[in-house]
């Protein structure tokens, strides 16, 4: 019930929710290619709950979308993509960047060590044993890290793929 509201709430706020959920959705189906079914069908379950409650809202998004008051909207370049991953790691500064430049060094350490901190937890930790877990629903390793890399990498290069292949949304 959680990861339904959680999610129809993400989808009604933004339409980059679209693309979060693509990325789980995403994770999913590799792990049915893996031969791990377990919750693929409680999966599709939820998918089809989220589709049911956000349903009232597709007429909208797709006004919106084929509206011409996002015309300011700029098909994003290769270069442009390149610039959000730089500015994602914290290497290239924004455009709209607020800090005053002597707090730009501050925060992309601080995210430079969360980063770090993130990746040490990711690569240490085991599955849980948390009562009622089985091998079948438990994530391993591997599939931790695909998954964060699916959430990392999916949402932007769907947009931007979109973007380049009809509506500008990036």
Known sequence: A???LASVALLYTHTFGLMVLLAQSGFMACRLLRGRSAGVLLWIGLQGIVALLYAPWIPVLLG???SPAHSWILRPSTATLVDTI???LSIAKPPWAYPPPD???ILIAFFAIAAVLVAVA???SRPSADVGSDAA???NRSERVLFLGLWLVLPIAAAW???RASVPVY
Request: glycine share 4%.
């Open 2 to 4: 959680c990861y339904v």
């Open 64 to 66: 919106q979308v084929g």
């Open 86 to 88: 730089l500015i994602f």
């Open 103 to 105: 707090w730009t060094n």
């Open 122 to 124: 990711l690569a240490r």
């Open 137 to 139: 629903t438990t994530l």
């Open 161 to 163: 793929l979109i973007s």
